[in-house]
T-cell receptor, first 113, second 110 residues
């Protein structure tokens, strides 16, 4: 069974540019999550999809971040325009239901210069 | 108070030692608790769930104390391969959105 796949694994962009991160969850997992870890801080929740619907987006830092999950399959997280403080590792995770742990992707390391 | 708070660490122990990590959580109504392990520059991986009655998986024992709102992880007979960051994770509001502690770094030395 394929795991959670994230693309790209690394991205270096200039301040003000746009970046789109992609996550392919485990097939059949309705729940998809985005998390972020900035340098020296704990992993922070960004948002949660159930199928194509946003269940909770309370962790999204501001309106420069836009997440979508068209058709309830893969998800994208767009940052536009990127700022220096957006640098960090963005993790995607998926789970089949409301109990149990998540399976994480290997993350996208974003560096804004 | 932080939502999920862990021992700051780092913990540096010799092989064969027993080490324990604690984690406190802010919402007394939380129902689901987990320990994840994260290796350097890798994604977190589920180590074990934490059940009300406590549970054991080989050298690892997890316990929950609801009255004091903390969970613990005990590692016996530490191996070099146990070196990692251990993350306490709580389904804090029972809505399937997990909240992470900052992690505790463990280094097991020969």
């Amino acid at each position: 069974e394929a795991g959670v796949t994230q693309f790209p694994s690394h991205s270096v962009i200039e301040k003000g540019q746009t970046v789109t991160l992609r996550c392919d969850p485990i097939s059949g997992h309705d729940n998809l999550y985005w998390y972020r870890r900035v340098m020296g801080k704990e992993i922070k929740f960004l948002l949660h999809f159930v199928k194509e619907s946003k269940q909770d987006e309370s962790g999204m830092p501001n309106n420069r971040f836009l997440a979508e999950r068209t058709g309830g399959t893969y998800s994208t997280l767009k940052v536009q325009p990127a700022e220096l403080e957006d640098s960090g590792v963005y993790f995607c995770a998926s789970s089949p239901g409301v109990r149990g742990g998540y399976t994480f992707g290997s993350g996208t390391r974003l560096t804004v210069v | 108070r932080k939502e999920v708070e862990q021992d700051p660490g780092p913990f540096n122990v010799p092989e064969g030692a027993t080490v324990a990590f604690n984690c406190t959580y802010s919402n007394s109504a939380s129902q689901s608790f987990f320990w994840y392990r994260q290796d350097c520059r890798k994604e977190p991986k589920l180590l074990m769930s934490v059940y009300s009655s406590g549970n054991e998986d080989g050298r690892f024992t997890a316990q929950l104390n609801r009255a004091s709102q903390y969970i613990s992880l005990l590692i016996r007979d530490s191996k070099l391969s146990d070196s990692a960051t251990y993350l306490c994770v709580v389904n804090l509001y029972n809505n399937n959105d997990m909240r992470f502690g900052a992690g505790t770094r463990l280094t097991v030395k020969p």
